[in-house]
């Protein structure tokens, strides 16, 4: 049964592509933390957020986009999934913004990770995309603002779902930053231990090709 639910949980290997393989790895991790996160949200929203039902509703959305992100990369595609996770987290706390305080929201921390994320899973260009996307996003919000153009916030965030908001926020970051470090040194150790194996397979070689080369020099004399 444990061995069952392992294999269950664990992430796709693509024999061939070790960078598919890393990026599907990570994903993976990221998607059972958020199915785990918006589960335990949606179960404990009636005791610290101010408006339990938009709670309940947006962590199953954020399941239901996990799910589903999931089962693509079961599928292997897993550039999809990752486009669609991130495009769906953005708008959906691009949304809770906007029903809250704006640019005031501690919702606007999780630009960064997305950010981070975005540039883990499917390289630069995606971080700098999303990073000037949530730059603009930004602005817009604080023009809205300003100009009194933002709806009166419904989701009014008091501070125990502000320190749950910004300890998850944090907490994801610096375990998806674990994450990459852990696979960058595990992709290190595996390059050097091919290099090693190189360097065995050349001195061989040339052993024997030294060997051969005495043979055929003593038959010829």
């Not at 990752?82 to 949304?95: M, Q, R």
């Not at 749950?164 to 960058?184: D, F, G, S």
């Not at 150790?189 to 065995?200: G, K, T, V």
Request: charged fraction near 15%; proline fraction near 4%.
């Amino acid at each position: 049964m444990r061995t069952w639910i392992r294999r269950l949980l664990a992430a796709p290997v693509f024999e061939g592509d070790d960078d598919k393989t890393r990026v599907a790895n990570l994903l993976n991790t990221l998607l059972l933390a958020t199915l785990a996160t918006s589960l335990a949200v949606g179960l404990v929203a009636p005791l610290p957020f101010a408006l339990p039902l938009v709670a309940v509703g947006v962590a199953g959305l954020i399941f239901l986009l996990s799910t589903v992100s999931l089962i693509l990369m079961r599928l292997g595609v897993v550039r999809g999934a990752s486009i669609l996770f991130l495009i769906g987290l953005w708008i959906v706390f691009g949304a809770l913004m906007v029903l809250s305080d704006g640019v005031n929201s501690p919702f606007i921390m999780v630009y960064v990770t997305i950010t981070t994320v975005a540039g883990l899973l499917l390289g630069g260009w995606a971080a700098i995309a999303v990073a000037e996307l949530s730059v603009l996003a930004s602005l817009l919000l604080f023009y809205a603002e300003t100009t009194d153009v933002l709806p009166v916030p419904v989701l009014r965030m008091g501070p125990g779902p502000t320190w749950i908001t910004l300890t998850a926020n944090l907490v994801i970051t610096v375990a998806v930053l674990y994450l990459a470090t852990r696979a960058l040194s595990e992709a290190l150790r595996r390059a050097r231990r091919s290099a090693a194996q190189l360097d065995e397979q050349r001195e061989l070689l040339e052993e024997t090709v030294a060997r051969r080369t005495r043979d055929l020099e003593q038959r010829a004399i």
